[in-house]
């Protein structure tokens, strides 16, 4: 592999470029599994750490309780999150957690609670003043 030239020698990135793709490609053919495979793809987008820099802010439903986190984590990382379950919805929940992604149940769950977070004044759907 031919050395950088100056002037993009002086900058560090540069040097270790190399060295992050070869790990890239080492961890990505880690996994014969698509799950996997698309999960690092996804999760290696510059925007998906995005919500990392969400201010916590309760008024405005920003704040994710323990639980959330957990679960972002786990799926971000490949986790098992739960044990597999028969879901009431009549399909099988891996323990990967990922069923509620696309569970018809999970997304009336969610819905009812972003009506109730808008109707109580979060997600600054309503400014709210305080004094
Ligand atoms: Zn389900």
């Known amino acids: 592999m031919p050395l950088p030239a100056f002037p993009a ?3 560090q990135a ?3 470029a190399p060295a992050i793709t070869a790990d890239k490609t080492l961890v990505s053919s880690s996994y014969s599994d698509s799950y996997h495979q698309v999960r690092l793809s996804a999760v290696s987008t ?3 750490s995005d919500w990392l820099h969400a201010l916590p802010i309760s008024a405005c439903s920003l704040r994710l309780d323990n639980e959330t ?3 972002a984590v786990g799926l971000r990382l490949g986790v098992d ?3 597999p379950h028969d879901c009431p919805s009549g399909k099988m929940a891996d323990a990967r957690g990922s069923h509620g992604l696309s569970c018809c149940l999970a997304f009336v769950r969610r819905l009812a609670i972003t009506k109730s977070t808008i109707s109580s004044g979060g997600l600054c759907a309503r400014p709210t003043f305080h004094p």
């Open 9 to 11: 020698s002086a900058k």
């Open 14 to 16: 540069v040097w270790d």
């Open 81 to 83: 999150l739960c044990t």
């Open 69 to 71: 986190v957990r679960v």
């Open 46 to 48: 510059p925007q998906s």
